[in-house]
């Protein structure tokens, strides 16, 4: 494992490209083995391993969803933890499209309303939460006044990306 491990390491750290990050996701391919080296290493705490192991993550993630179940925990650990925002934004991305546990509802909107209300949040971090929160929403209405109240609050000093998303859930829930 150990090689494999230094392998992907290698890879990763070659450049910061797309066409490294489809090479980092080839080299994955089926394996799930080699998934969890590669969960390993964003799980882990080398800065720049982190960071660009995250967006490959995220592409694994998005196309083979079940993949990420029994990611679910420490992925949110890190998300709360980040040591980097790429950690943030592309973590909160998978699960965007993974079947959450209803035991990580409310971490997860504890985390999601954090980055939403905080004005220095990225844009692509608050729209990442916002799809999140959104979902567990969607299951829990009585959590749709305080995410209304929030986005409402935020709209003033947000992006016009983001002012365009948080309007269009306001408008569905009131």
Do not use: C
Request: charged letters at 30%.
């Amino acid at each position: 494992m150990l090689k494999l491990k230094d392998e992907l390491r290698k890879i990763i750290l070659f450049e910061h490209s797309r066409k490294q990050r489809d090479k980092v996701v080839d080299w994955v391919g089926d394996s799930r083995r080699r998934f969890s080296v590669l969960m390993e290493l964003f799980l882990g705490d080398e800065y720049r391993v982190v960071q660009r192991a995250a967006w490959a993550v995220r592409t694994i993630g998005e196309a083979r969803p079940q993949w990420m179940t029994s990611y679910i925990g420490p992925m949110i650990e890190s998300i709360q933890n980040p040591i980097h925002d790429a950690v943030v934004r592309n973590g909160l991305l998978v699960l965007v499209g993974v079947k959450i546990p209803k035991r990580y509802w409310g971490e997860l909107v504890e985390i999601g309303f954090d980055y939403l209300s905080k004005v220095t949040t990225p844009t692509a971090i608050k729209r990442a939460a916002l799809l999140v929160v959104a979902r567990i929403v969607e299951q829990e209405p009585e959590l749709r006044e305080e995410l209304v109240l929030v986005l409402q609050d935020q709209i003033p000093y947000s992006t016009v990306g983001f002012k365009g998303i948080a309007t269009k859930y306001i408008k569905r829930w009131t």
